[in-house]
T-cell receptor, first 111, second 110 residues
């Protein structure tokens, strides 16, 4: 059973377009993280959101944690080819030691 | 600063052969340690996690096992590999929030 579902699974857009990736769960998370992964490498942490309703901005990336701490979103403004990669949400389920990852969103930004 | 080492980077093994992947962490003590497997272009599947020496939790029934003989050492093993064990294996350490990864091992079972 996949506890963290991401959508869309694949996304191909033109440079300059905006996009949003969603991460949803029926479980409550103590916090949620977003990672980006390049082929053949481990994921690299982008951001952590902890408080329900929290919004964090990292240059053109905006991350939001749902009020109930069950979902999160990543919005990219004016996407660039350098944003191409696999985006993963992840988190530790409240009350457990499990750290699980979402199903992943593969983004391709065309020049 | 903390670092994590995982080896080997690539591995080609015949069906039925044993497996041992090792992961070590430096610069921190009593970390949570994780083994994940990743299918191409998809998310990471949690295989095992450990919150202390000798404490191993398995998430998915499979042909693999894990051990933590020392505080900062985590080993993934198999007695007899199957074709379906092929994949990209990642070790990570964390402190409940955030995980930091090694470079991964690309395992191909032939």
């Amino acid at each position: 059973t996949q506890l963290l579902e991401q959508s869309p699974q694949f996304l191909s857009i033109q440079e300059g377009e905006n996009l949003t990736v969603y991460c949803n769960s029926s479980s409550v998370f103590s916090s949620l993280q977003w990672y980006r992964q390049e082929p053949g490498e481990g994921p690299v942490l982008l951001v952590t959101v902890v408080t329900g309703g929290e919004v964090k901005k990292l240059k053109r990336l905006t991350f939001q944690f749902g009020d109930a701490r069950k979902d999160s979103s990543l919005h990219i403004t004016a996407a660039q080819p350098g944003d191409t990669g696999l985006y993963l949400c992840a988190g530790d389920i409240s009350g457990t030691y499990k750290y699980i990852f979402g199903t992943g969103t593969r983004l391709k930004v065309l020049a | 600063s903390q670092t994590i080492h995982q080896w080997p980077a690539t591995l080609v093994q015949p069906v039925g052969s044993p497996l041992s992947l090792e992961c070590t962490v430096e610069g921190t003590s009593n970390p949570n340690l994780y083994w994940y497997r990743q299918a191409a272009g998809r998310g990471l599947q949690l295989l095992f996690y450990s919150v202390g020496i000798g404490q191993i939790s398995s998430e998915v029934p499979q042909n693999l096992s894990a051990s933590r003989p020392q505080d900062r050492q985590f080993i993934l093993s198999s007695k007899k590999l199957l074709l379906s064990d092929s994949g990209f294996y990642l070790c990570a350490w964390g402190q409940y929030t955030e995980a930091f990864f090694g470079q991964g091992t690309r395992l191909t079972v032939v």
